[in-house]
């Protein structure tokens, strides 16, 4: 089974400041997708990035970036210019690319973000 | 489209009471997944469908009966409520290869 892993529980950030967010995951799988995913304290889940197993390129959308090291199997998520708006919890997240799986996510236990003005 | 819907939003129950959390999805998904969060826990993978008339279990199934009939519905029974199953439960649907859609969430509490 595929196992993810944040190990920090809580992180702090100023505003405009960057971040970086660790998760490091164990599979034998070559085709998977990984993931970042909000969840602000209405609780919804936001898809924030996605990064392909197969791709070497790192994802970047806007503020939000990732580094994605796939021999070491860590894939960090870097959140630059910080704004209040991004405090939230953080999940990390793997898919497999089985479709017998259901496509269903294995989650990290997720890092709690904290911006300060 | 109104994506993913769960209902109810919030519920109380008592133990040894059953229930049946609603999930329907608009969005002709194949693949639909019922969650659990817990403090300090993630999300953990209750049941999925990969179609209708299709369903496995997940890492917690324990507790948690599922089918689907049809494509948009995927309803998560719960027979005989305990203490231990209150949490916020997370249903999902996705197409082949795509990203996951969540739903809102419900927030069962079992006394």
């Known amino acids: 089974a595929q196992t993810v892993t944040q190990s920090q529980p809580e992180m702090s950030v100023q505003e405009a400041e960057t971040v970086t967010l660790s998760c490091t995951y164990d599979t034998s799988e070559s085709d998977y997708y990984l993931f970042w995913y909000k969840q602000p304290p209405s609780r919804q889940m936001i898809l924030v990035i996605r990064q392909e197993a197969y791709k070497q390129q790192n994802a970047t959308e806007n503020r939000f970036s990732v580094n994605f090291q796939k021999a070491a199997k860590s894939f960090s998520l870097k959140i630059s210019d910080s704004q209040l708006g991004d405090a939230a919890m953080y999940f990390c997240?793997?898919?497999?690319?089985?479709?017998?799986?259901?496509?269903?996510?294995?989650f990290g236990k997720g890092t709690s973000l904290l911006v300060t003005p | 489209n109104a994506g993913v819907t769960q209902t109810p939003k919030f519920q109380v129950l008592k133990t040894g009471q059953s229930m049946t959390l609603q999930c329907a999805q608009d969005?002709?998904?194949?693949?639909m997944s019922w969650y659990r969060q817990d403090p300090g826990m993630g999300l953990r993978l209750i049941h999925y469908s990969v179609g209708a008339g299709i369903t496995d279990q997940g890492e917690v199934p324990n507790g948690y009966n599922v089918s689907r009939s049809t494509t948009e519905d995927f309803p998560l029974r719960l027979l005989s409520a305990a203490p231990s199953q209150t949490s916020v439960y997370f249903c999902?649907?996705?197409?082949?290869?795509?990203?996951?859609?969540f739903g809102p969430g419900t927030r069962l509490t079992v006394l």
């Open positions: 969005m002709n998904h194949e693949y």
């Open positions: 999902a649907s996705s197409a082949r290869g795509n990203e996951q859609f």
């Open positions: 997240a793997y898919r497999s690319g089985n479709s017998n799986s259901g496509y269903a996510l294995n």
